[in-house]
């Protein structure tokens, strides 16, 4: 058997890599690393994968966030809403651009943010909703797009770990996560669904005056060159990169069912297991599986963590500290015990190996071991 991994990357790259060296080789011999045609290639072959019209490429998932709320001309004090659990990266560009988070619990099913608790959190600095499609299905998007237009508030979805989820509106209509609010951000960090081999990042949008401003934004301000309209930031996608995308795009969906396939066993193994709770799927959205996670229960979840690592399975904690909890974010608006479901999250969930390179052997290996624990 081989070693197990969260995420197999190697594997992964192992049987695409005469695609990927062919690709690497040819932006190194156009000598056109900044802008090359690969970039605006990826951003079309994006588009098409995902049915929105503009598909603007950055340097990471962050700053595609930051872009988005600079684009969108949001100000020193305006509020915006996000769930308390969830990467930091989606606070630290509200807190750094001057805004305030304003934190919203999240469903201690499906990990995502509790559309019941949204109005009341809205105040009249409230400017943008940022829902977050975590571990790899969508929020419910048919609540959120209702409350943004009722209070006249921006969306603004991070898609970081969903790329390719498919929402399915109460009306029948389809989109896939990311292109339904004013604006989606994503990623392309190596152990994303669709990962490049360094840092990357895109924004969505179906509204061509924005698609503009977030290139223009993205481009240090400028809309014709060495003419600043407006303050940017210098956030590009490296030609290497977006080739590298253009290679693993090919096959995104076929490791979106490898990875529904994996997350299949371990359905299979806990769902009516005395320790665990699995993961909900909810009713709208498909699921991309960027994360397994299961919550414990009766057991202790460190220990079972140590056990598992002392057999060479490793497994993660998405994640172990709630934002406001965290030094960097505590405020006396957000006292412990404030966001409970949050906070019980953190202490509970445990992430198990998930790529669409787990073979059969490794995954009956981890359920053995995690029910020998059990036992
Ligand atoms: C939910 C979420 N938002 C934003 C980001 C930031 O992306 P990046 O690491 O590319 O800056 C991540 C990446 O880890 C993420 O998981």
Known sequence: MRPIQMVDLQQQHQKIQQHLDEAIARVIQSGKYINGPEVAEFSHNLSQYLNVPHVIPCANGTDALQIAMMALNLKPGDEVLLPAFTYVATAEVIKLLGLTPILVDVNEDDFLIDVTQIESAITQNTRAIVPVHLFGQSANMDAIMQIAKKHNLFVIEDTAQAIGAKYTFDNGTVLCAGTIGDVGCTSFFPSKNLGCLGDGGALFTRNEQLAKRLKMIANHGQSIQY?????????????????????????????????????????????????????????????????????????NRDELRKFLADKQIPTMVYYPIPLHAQKAYQSDKYPLGKLPVTERLCSKVISLPMSPEVTNDQIEYIIGHINEFCK
């Open 227 to 299: 003419q600043h309209d407006d303050i940017g930031v210098n956030s590009r996608l490296d030609t290497i990169q977006a080739a590298i995308l253009n290679v693993k795009l090919q096959s995104l969906t076929d490791c979106e069912i490898a990875r529904n396939q994996v997350a299949q066993k371990y359905d299979e193994a806990f769902a009516n297991h005395t320790n665990f709770e699995i993961p909900t799927r909810v009713k709208n959205s498909t699921h991309v599986f960027h994360q397994y996670t299961l919550k414990c229960k009766g057991i």
